[in-house]
């Protein structure tokens, strides 16, 4: 069965440092999203990604964060100069599109800055 | 902010017995989806919803669109202990790509 996959499983980065964290989405899925779930929290939406343009970001998403479609099945998002309160889990999810919204989520990249 | 209520909090159940969760707002939604999450993991899709009033069912979990869009609840019947895990609610916001989570439902099955 397809699957969202995500790499690294667990990111270690220094304060100021810039990470980026890599999805591969469902191959025929068109819309793809990134979550972030700070510890023993709810998952929050950061942004929607669909015709390789952001079409929905919410107000965590601010100039740290990009995201990317570098080539026909990567997703990633950049965080530049993280924060101590950027530790988190990060999740991709990816849908099909076209009236068809179930979204399917990766395992996450644990990002634990120090 | 669009903020989904989840309730209750947590819940310690016994085998055997069904489970009842719901998610409210007082904004409007055009689809609703229900995760399970377990420890370290990423959320499982459980069930989606589509229309006001939809009853979707998969196995023992059935899920209900509520009529004015603001509302869903999900039900686990005769839960097991492999159910144990935290329950989310999403929501699409009604003109956007944008999910809202409800802030979840932590399931203890006690056998």
Same mark, same amino acid.
């Given at each position: +069965?397809p +699957?969202v $996959?995500?790499?690294?499983?667990?990111?270690?980065?220094?304060?100021?440092?810039?990470?980026?964290?890599?999805?591969?989405p469902i191959s025929n899925h =068109?819309?793809?999203?990134?979550?972030?779930?700070?510890?023993?929290? !709810?998952?929050?939406?950061?942004?929607?990604?669909?015709?390789?343009?952001?079409?929905? %970001?919410?107000?965590?998403? #601010?100039? &740290?964060? *990009?995201?990317?479609?570098?080539?026909?099945?990567?997703? $990633?998002?950049?965080?530049?100069?993280? %924060?101590?309160?950027?530790?988190?889990?990060?999740?991709? @999810?990816s849908?099909?599109?076209?009236?068809?919204? +179930?979204?399917y989520?990766?395992?996450?990249?644990? =990002? $634990?800055?120090? | 902010?669009?903020?989904?209520? &989840?309730?209750?909090?947590?819940?310690?159940?016994?085998?055997?017995?069904?489970?009842?969760?719901?998610?409210?707002?007082?904004?409007?939604?055009?689809?609703?989806?229900?995760?399970? &999450?377990?420890?370290?993991?990423?959320?499982?899709? /459980?069930? @989606?919803?589509? !229309?006001?009033?939809? =009853?979707?069912?998969?196995?023992?979990? $059935?899920?209900?669109?509520?009529?004015?869009? !603001? #509302?869903?609840?999900?039900?686990?019947?005769? *839960?097991?202990?492999?159910?144990?895990?935290?329950?989310?609610?999403?929501?699409?916001?009604?003109?956007?790509? %944008?999910?809202?989570?409800?802030?979840?439902?932590?399931? !203890?099955? /006690?056998?």
């Open positions: +069965e +699957e $996959t995500q790499t690294p499983s667990h990111q270690v980065t220094q304060m100021g440092q810039e990470v980026i964290l890599r999805c591969v =068109l819309y793809f999203y990134w979550y972030r779930q700070i510890l023993g929290q !709810k998952v929050e939406f950061l942004v929607s990604f669909y015709n390789n343009e952001i079409s929905e %970001k919410s107000e965590i998403f #601010d100039d &740290q964060f *990009s995201v990317e479609r570098p080539d026909g099945s990567n997703f $990633t998002l950049k965080i530049r100069s993280t %924060k101590l309160e950027d530790s988190a889990m990060y999740f991709c @999810a849908s099909a599109g076209q009236g068809i919204n +179930e979204q989520f990766g395992p996450g990249t644990r =990002l $634990t800055v120090t | 902010g669009q903020q989904l209520n &989840q309730s209750p909090q947590s819940m310690f159940i016994q085998e055997g017995e069904d489970v009842s969760m719901n998610c409210t707002s007082s904004s409007i939604f055009n689809t609703w989806l229900w995760y399970k &999450q377990d420890p370290g993991e990423g959320p499982v899709l /459980l069930i @989606a919803l589509y !229309k006001a009033g939809e =009853l979707t069912s998969n196995g023992r979990l $059935t899920a209900q669109f509520g009529i004015t869009r !603001k #509302d869903s609840f999900l039900n686990i019947s005769a *839960s097991i202990p492999s159910d144990v895990g935290i329950y989310f609610c999403a929501g699409q916001l009604v003109g956007t790509y %944008k999910y809202i989570f409800g802030t979840g439902t932590r399931l !203890k099955v /006690l056998a």
